[in-house]
């Protein structure tokens, strides 16, 4: 979409694209976690939060009826959560970035994370066209005894059509802050000039995924047994996907994972948040209502 300096027939471009906010304020009212205040601005549209079991948590579905980023669009969106709360934020289908001849699409999230907060992000893939432009960042600020996990996956483009790594510009920052002041970057640019030129090992790849778990509460011996539970789910997979795990700066794991389907990088996912849930709170993957 595109808007104009003026009417005058001829006259140039002065804006493209559209500046879309989402603001999403979660608190905890007895057992549940409920959507308190929010507001939102087109291309942004407001799903209803909703409970997907008996965990009390909230899930709310990022919706964006345009079907995908248009160059110029600049979303953003800052979500909160009170003590205690728990969200988990979705989409219903993968991002879909569209081909771009100058401005870039860009999206802004910020999230904040209350005392003794979970904040679930997991998205559906994002799918960079042929030609596209894109830049996101992700900051999170962690209080005392709050969880994140943040699983961020980029397909290579649109790999029906051929169009593996021909996207023109890809560029993306996570960082996790933590109440001591201590922080997880991650940062990153990919411009491929031809095919599989420009992106590294990841060439011969179809899906990167990174997975983020951070938490100031489990403790060394805590983070050792969830790195050894998420190492044995990728080398279970290993015929499947390339990946590893780490253990940061900051008390926590990153995953890395490399896969080449979409089912592929689905399954590996589904078993290691699996893992963490069952091994941090006992809890099972909720099934996710797409609509």
Same mark, same amino acid.
């Given at each position: ?87 988990? +934020? $979705?989409?219903?289908? *993968?991002?879909?970035?569209? =081909?771009? /001849? &100058?401005?870039? !699409?860009?999206?802004? %999230? ?119 539970? +998420? $190492?044995?789910?990728? *080398?279970?997979?290993?015929? =499947?996907? /390339? &990946?590893?795990? !780490?253990?940061?700066? %900051? ?41």
């Amino acid at each position: 979409m595109t808007g104009t300096g003026g009417t005058a027939a001829g006259e140039k471009t002065s804006s493209v694209g559209l500046d879309g906010e989402l603001v999403l304020d979660y608190v905890r009212r007895g057992s549940r976690t409920v959507l308190a205040r929010s507001r939102s601005r087109s291309p942004w549209h407001l799903s209803p939060s909703m409970a997907l079991d008996e965990t009390g948590s909230a899930c709310t579905f990022l919706l964006n009826p345009s079907g995908g980023l248009v160059g110029g669009d600049r979303l953003s969106l800052c979500a909160t959560l009170g003590a205690d709360a728990h969200a988990i +934020l $979705s989409t219903p289908s *993968a991002n879909r970035v569209y =081909r771009s /001849l &100058g401005e870039p !699409s860009v999206q802004s %999230v910020e999230l904040t994370v209350g005392p003794g907060a979970i904040l679930e992000w997991v998205p559906e893939v994002t799918i960079p066209f042929a030609g596209s432009r894109y830049r996101q960042t992700i900051h999170a600020a962690l209080a005392p005894g709050a969880t994140i996990v943040i699983w961020d996956a980029i397909a290579s483009g649109r790999i029906a059509r051929g169009e593996r790594w021909s996207f023109t510009e890809l560029s993306n920052e996570i960082r996790i802050t933590t109440a001591s002041g201590g922080s997880l970057l991650e940062r990153g640019c990919l411009t491929p000039t031809s095919n599989e030129d420009g992106v590294g090992l990841a060439g011969g790849w179809d899906y990167v995924a990174s997975l983020y778990l951070v938490n100031d509460q489990a403790g060394a011996e805590g983070w050792e047994r969830m790195e050894e539970s +998420l $190492s044995g789910v990728l *080398a279970d997979c290993s015929e =499947r996907v /390339l &990946g590893g795990v !780490s253990q940061p700066a %900051v008390p926590g794991v990153a995953v890395k994972v490399l896969a080449r389907s979409a089912p592929d990088l689905d399954a590996v996912w589904q078993a290691l948040w699996s893992v963490i849930r069952g091994q941090l709170w006992g809890f099972q993957v909720p099934a996710l209502r797409r609509y």
